[in-house]
């Protein structure tokens, strides 16, 4: 089992990114996706939820209105859309498999001017 989260960086304030997270060895489309983040010195917080089946998606407040959780199941792939992002979403981000121990290595996001 894999899990390859890639398209962090280094973006200004109200900057875009596009996180994908590639996965193997497991029925991807039965699972519902998960992306978390970590910042320094901080709690692993969710930042967002996507169902295997018909894609419902759920956020965290901090988030809503600004990221899109989208998932290709064709392709094992789970991506998070981030726009107007903020110097407070600088984090390491994760992807994880609901209900499994399968976790990403993560990607740094870096949001500075």
């Known amino acids: 089992v894999q899990l390859v989260e890639s398209g962090g960086g280094l973006v200004q304030p109200g900057g875009s990114l596009r996180l994908s997270c590639a996965a193997s060895?497991?029925?991807?489309?039965?699972?519902?996706m998960r992306w978390y983040r970590q910042a320094p010195g901080k709690a692993r917080e969710l930042v967002a939820t996507?169902?295997?089946?018909?894609?419902?998606?759920n956020y965290a407040d901090s988030v809503k209105g600004r990221f899109t959780i989208s998932r290709d199941n064709a392709k094992n792939e789970v991506f998070l859309q981030m726009n107007s992002l903020r110097p407070e979403d600088t984090a390491v981000y994760y992807c994880?498999?609901?209900?499994?121990?399968?976790w990403g290595r993560g990607t740094q996001v870096t949001v500075s001017s």
């Open positions: 994880h498999a609901i209900r499994t121990s399968y």
């Open positions: 060895g497991f029925t991807f489309s039965s699972y519902g």
């Open positions: 996507i169902t295997g089946d018909v894609g419902s998606t």
